[in-house]
């Protein structure tokens, strides 16, 4: 079996559902959707089988059958796969199948030989996808609320590669605008106060203690070059945003978060890219001189409408025109934007996924207007994930941050405290989309409350079950395990955990399709909770445990299922960032 596709429980069923659609619709004279899109699931019952499918009542008003009638049909077609040991009709038409044991077994030794390779596909190829992430302004070290997009932006980024998608992954600095100039306020300020000289504090300046540092390093490379020097701003503007740059580097590498290029939104400016851009569009007759309505809940009599130069994204969905160029003459942020997506297009990505923070949400339509605008004939799929807030629990209070007020929790600070691979996990227990609490006491206590811990407690034990194993039968290993006949029935829970086992891959394939990293947390703990139930019945009875040191052809049975559930946890908690542990302490 080649490497780069895995063996995969529900597309090799999936096929077999298709077939007996496509004979019966020759057998009947019917049409059938080219693709035919349906459900395929492991019911929660495993009284409804271990698979079921809702095919018959998507076809049913097509064929003009019950779908009761026409899942009859095919369950006497289905019926004669030997890969199916039975099929019932249920409720309003849905066919549950009970797949051959050897089927299942079959899956798993497919599992062990392709080892780190099981799940890769290569449904991404041809696709060339720009991943942005973080784009914290560089205005000082991440703070706490950063590690969500972070984490997730990292992880998917991840994940396409593991996909066969051809990915980069950006970082844009937004080095140019008026966050900055307050930022080389700042830190020249510090600086005099380092030099002994008495001054005022700048009306906006960034308190943070982190620019102390920085104006001690300032000093050091500079000495006092640059006091009462009339042309201090560019150049201690540029080594504020270098300066804090390396810290937020330094932030990402201890969260184990990697960028291939930073684009600098100065460099993209001084370039002339923004005017090149934005002349492109206005030769499709995208910009034009205009004024906008006013402001919504703004009094029309407030307002004083005023020529200027406007994107026409109401041509692409959007709600509004939005402008391009303020009245002095500089870009809006939205043309910069513009002009960096261009950049992005013309390097040749079919796909751009941005993450953003939850409050850029009315943001979203005119950035998709743009891509529109400027994709021409060869669409490029643009999509923004927006990350909901997370909130820091301490002691049963939520910590409040302001980076203006110098009362932020620094993301390193967090790391420092429970742990890249804790840090990691949690963010991903919960859709980007959703808010989500992180508890600082709750993340690192060992109980099956905490995912991290459960999932890690799962891997260290099925490591405690090898080195059980190797005691008597030092020659049982993953290589021997594939190859190891399975003469008696599976229990229940040895199904259940096989089932999960073999959803691996379209789990993977799912999270990378849909954008949505946090698939695999939830894919994991569900894993665990397998292994722990099959685990607790070993305990319980003597006949399911693991190792048998009287009985190695029993004990070779069962590492077959170990060393695939230890292959498979690994697997996702290496994709996600997170290291397996072999033993808890």
Same mark, same amino acid.
């Given at each position: ?17 298709? !077939? ?33 499918? &809702? ?81 914290? &302004? ?75 540092? *920085? ?6 490379? !500079? ?104 009245? !002095? ?103 980007? !989309? ?15 409350? &905490? ?12 490591? *405690? ?34 089932? *999960? ?85």
């Amino acid at each position: 079996m080649s490497q780069e596709v895995a063996c995969d429980l529900f597309s090799l069923f999936q096929g077999f559902v298709q !077939d007996a659609v496509t004979r019966l619709a020759l057998h009947y004279q019917q049409q059938t959707p080219d693709p035919l899109i349906f459900s395929l699931e492991i019911p929660k019952e495993t009284l409804f089988g271990d698979l079921s499918t &809702n095919v018959a009542m998507v076809l049913a008003k097509a064929w003009r059958l019950s779908p009761r009638d026409l899942a009859q049909f095919l369950q006497q077609d289905l019926a004669k796969n030997p890969e199916i040991v039975s099929i019932d009709v249920a409720g309003a038409g849905f066919l549950n199948m009970t797949i051959a044991q050897s089927c299942l077994i079959s899956g798993l030794k497919q599992s062990l030989e392709l080892g780190e390779h099981y799940g890769r596909s290569s449904i991404g190829k041809g696709h060339k996808v720009n991943v942005e992430y973080v784009s914290a &302004n560089p205005t000082g070290p991440l703070h706490a609320g950063h590690l969500r997009g972070a984490v997730a932006g990292d992880v998917l980024a991840t994940l396409l590669a593991f996909t066969g998608h051809e990915v980069t992954r950006e970082y844009y600095v937004n080095d140019a605008g008026h966050q900055v100039d307050v930022l080389a306020d700042s830190l020249y300020y510090r600086y005099q106060i380092l030099l002994g000289k008495t001054v005022s504090e700048p009306e906006e300046f960034y308190p943070g203690a982190y620019l102390v540092a *920085s104006a001690q390093r300032l000093e050091e490379r !500079d000495g006092a070059r640059w006091l009462d020097c009339p042309e201090w701003r560019v150049p201690v503007t540029d080594f504020a945003v270098q300066d804090m740059l390396q810290l937020i580097q330094e932030d990402m590498k201890a969260l184990g978060v990697q960028h291939d290029l930073f684009s600098s939104e100065r460099a993209l400016v001084a370039s002339g890219r923004v005017a090149s851009a934005l002349a492109l569009l206005e030769g499709r007759g995208l910009i034009y001189e205009g004024t906008l309505p006013p402001p919504k809940g703004k009094p029309a009599q407030d307002w004083t409408p005023r020529p200027q130069r406007l994107f026409r994204s109401t041509q692409f969905g959007d709600d509004g025109d939005r402008p391009i160029q303020k009245p !002095d003459g500089s870009w809006t942020y939205f043309a910069t934007d513009i002009a960096y997506h261009a950049d992005k297009i013309q390097r040749g990505f079919t796909a751009l996924v941005d993450f953003w923070g939850a409050d850029h949400g009315g943001y979203v339509p005119r950035m998709q207007a743009a891509v529109k605008a400027l994709s021409g004939e060869k669409p490029v799929s643009f999509d923004a994930r927006l990350c909901q807030i997370v909130r820091f629990i301490q002691d049963g209070q939520e910590v409040r941050m302001s980076k203006r007020a110098g009362t932020f929790v620094e993301a390193k600070d967090v790391i420092d405290r429970v742990g890249k691979d804790a840090v990691r996990f949690f963010l991903l227990t919960r859709r980007d !989309d959703a808010p989500l609490d992180f508890d600082f006491a709750k993340v690192v206590e060992e109980t099956r409350d &905490n995912p991290v811990f459960y999932v890690q407690y799962a891997h260290a034990r099925m490591y *405690s079950v090898i080195r059980q194993c190797h005691v008597p039968f030092p020659h049982l290993t993953q290589a021997s395990a594939k190859d190891a006949p399975f003469s008696r029935d599976f229990s229940p829970q040895e199904r259940a955990l096989t089932k *999960s086992l073999l959803a691996w891959p379209r789990q993977v394939e799912l999270a990378a399709r849909l954008r949505e990293p946090h698939r695999l947390a939830f894919y994991l703990i569900e894993v665990a909770a397998a292994f722990h139930a099959l685990w607790t019945t070993g305990k319980e009875h003597a006949i399911l445990r693991f190792v048998h040191p009287e009985d190695e052809q029993r004990t070779r049975e069962n590492m077959i299922l170990v060393h695939a559930a230890r292959n498979v946890l690994s697997l996702g908690l290496r994709l996600i960032g997170v290291t397996p542990v072999e033993a808890l302490h």
